[in-house]
């Protein structure tokens, strides 16, 4: 199977002004097949731009990333994307959004419509498929986006603050989601969130992001995605361990934010 | 088909005029009440409260309608067609009595005699003091200076009422006395008695208000017109004879023979001795032609003694109020029903003024547009919209370029020596792509209409397809955005018109150069929302469509493109807009057919009904386009904003 290997990331932005932001400074990692990230860190320490340069999107000033043995050099169809605002196709319907990757190969329609219905079912919007996607709540939408990157099948799903913009009751849902999806298809996932609680619950491996230069703080090795599968997650919550481990990070990002706040 | 309505269109007009009112005033009242029973939840400020309101809409409409019929005097002539005939005659009293009147001050002024002293006097001031500036010689001097004083005496021999000849005061009270009299017949109730046959004949001629234009039945046609025509007659002649009055006593003569030989031997005395200074020569000789030009005018005898037109003053003051008193309801009529304006009379026809001129009558319009739509009328011998039996090749010719026989191999054929022609493919082609070929005929539009509307969709056809391509890859290109902007941003500033000249005299006044500034138009306007669609872009949606796995193109076919087309059409229904603007415009400048032409012709011909029936068209066919592409926006981009 194909590892994701991150070596030496560097990342430097030019800025307007004429200075410059080291957005990434060294990030070295390797996430293995089948694993779930989850990634988080105080606001502006180079999530994003971390998994833009794994979709593709951006190339690294300094060091690469590997997917297996092949350097990533573009956008891919080995990895999938969700957005935190769906980034639907709003003149498409909720179908044609979900078979746009399948359309673009040229897939036979008929295959491609059974798959459609398949996906629609997983995400639970099946019958939905005829409604333009203007017409449905952000929920909704952001499971689209879902099924839309699945359906092409790619070896590792990055999600930058997927859950982001619902309300708490979708959110949990979604985040099930997720974790059913994870265990089914046992894909790959990078997944960044600001929530500690999400970071955790979703993360059978987390990372902690520190600021300025945005670098690789601190790892854990976590039981809760594991249990999420089969326990509810809210029995989760609740448990000590993760109360603990909660508090703790949350104190380190607390830390970090007043180092940043001292600084300016 | 119609003239049956247009031949009561005053009852019809009046009907629609009342209803109208009745109109506003219901709904005036709806509103009112709606606005008590209904409880609106909005508070100030939020669209909401402007949704609705139908009756609103209606109470404009009618307001407008009233408004146009109202001033154009439309329902002045539903209510009561006479009238204008009468203000007519009313009008030819008036203009009768204008030349005595203008003497005293009556509306407004001095008195003639005064303003013309005060002209006189001031010229006087300013030649006395010219007298020191002009380098005069003694005796000059004392000679000019004595000729002004003369001349202030000649006045006096005016103005004074000792000198005033008893023949002339004579004249004054026969002039008094025949107002008098004119004062009591218009007040007698048979003047002027029966109408004669030859007046009864031209009554009947007249043409009706409004026939022809703006023409106003000029002959008397009603026992009020006949008296104030009659009346108008005879005040001509009275103003005759007033005109001929002159001041011209013995004193006065005596003085005006003695300041003439003064003047003359001034001048010899001022030639004898010219000087050298040319500008000099040239004032002293003003100064000696402007002491003529002022006797001259003195000599006139327009100037009498201050109190004696006093009895004329009256005697017209008193005919003024009878000729009033006699109007009767027709002055209120006029002041009510005719506003902004009044109906003069000229040498022999009444025309409107004011808002009467400009602004014709709704109903008149109505009458006009009917005529120029019936296509065997039309304007200038082609019909506004109609269809015409076009051979088939003429539209093959029209569409399939010329130019692609030529592309086909080998020669076209050559005469052989019996002078035959024998056709080979090459000249078949060529046959058919200039539409010159035996066919069956096809209904095509035409007319004045048709042809603004081909232009405008021609030239929008053209600035899309070309334009719409090059603002996308104007937008996602370093390349194309840095070598076409300058190229685009060097002619698109300038006004469109001020570039017609040129391109008219390039691609000739026929359509091609009005479809080509069109095209210019269009193009630019498509290339800029194009473009602002393309940069717009979500970045995060052209990700996603990376990692979907699209392709360049298809990231530019299924991605940017949709998501353009609101930039792309609301960039379309601009340029409609711009481009009818531009089109009339150049249909005014050059060229024989379209819109802007017949509006042009009627300009120079002040036609106000055809110009407001172009406009009318103008305006209705803009407002078509524009629901349409608001059909088609609400239809095809429903989506649009909610991304
Ligand atoms: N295109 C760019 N040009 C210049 N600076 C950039 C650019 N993109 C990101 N940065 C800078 O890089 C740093 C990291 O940005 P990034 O978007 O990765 O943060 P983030 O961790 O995703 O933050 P958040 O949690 O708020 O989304 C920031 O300081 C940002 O200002
Ligand atoms: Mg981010």
Redesign the interface.
Known sequence: MSDLVAKDLSMVFDVDTGGQVHALNNVNFTLKSGELLSVLGPSGCGKTTLL?II???NHPTGGAVYLGDEEIKG???N???V?Q?G?????LTVSENVD??LR??GTDPKKSKKMVDEWLDIVGLAGFGDI???QLSGGMQQRI?LA??LI?D?DLILMDEPLGALDALTREKMQSLVLKIWKETGKTIMIITHSVEEALLLGERLFVMAPRPGRLHKEYNLPFAERGVTEDTRDIKNSEEFIETREEILTMIWDMEEEIMGQV | MFDFLFEYRGLIVGTIFIALIATVIWAIFYGRNLIRTERTDAVFGNPERALGGWHWVITGVSAILIVWIYFSWDAARAFNPKAANELCQVGKLSSAINPIRSTFPLDDGFLKGTSLLVRENKQLNGLADQVERLGFSDAEKSKAKETIDLMRKAIIGMTSPEFLDSATDAKFKEIVSKIDGLTSKLADQNYPGDPTAEQIAAAEKNPRWGDSGNEIPAAPASPRGYKFDAAAKEMKTIATDFSKIRNNNSNFLAQVEKLKGQIASLDTLVQASPGTDELLVANRADFVKGLTRVLRRVDDGNIFPPDALNNVQSALVNLDKEQKNQQGGLRYYDALMMPGGEIRAGSNSCSEQGSGRWLPKPSDTLRTFARISDPEIGYKGYPLLWYKMKPFGEMVDFIVPDFISSLVPGHYPRHDTNGIVTPNFKSKVRDFATGNFESFKVPMPSGHVWDSLLRVLAGLFFGIILGVPLGLFMGLSRFSKGFFDPLIELYRPVPPLAWAPLILTIFGIGDDGKIFLLFMVAFAIMVISARTGATGT?L??I?????????NR?ILR??IL??S?PEILTGIRIAIGVCWGTLVAAEMLAGTTGIGFVENVARKQSDYEIIWTTIIILGLLGLLFDLMMRWVIDKF???RG??
């Open positions: 833009n979709a593709g999107f956008p891919g169809v990895r999938g994307m957005f605002q980034a639907l196709f709003e003149w746009f990757g673009m190969k333009p996607t203007y986006a839309r990157c092409n790619p | 979500h995060s949606k990700h996603a469509a990376h990692s979907l796995g699209a392709t298809q299924k991605v949709p998501n087309l981009i429903p989506w909610k991304g």
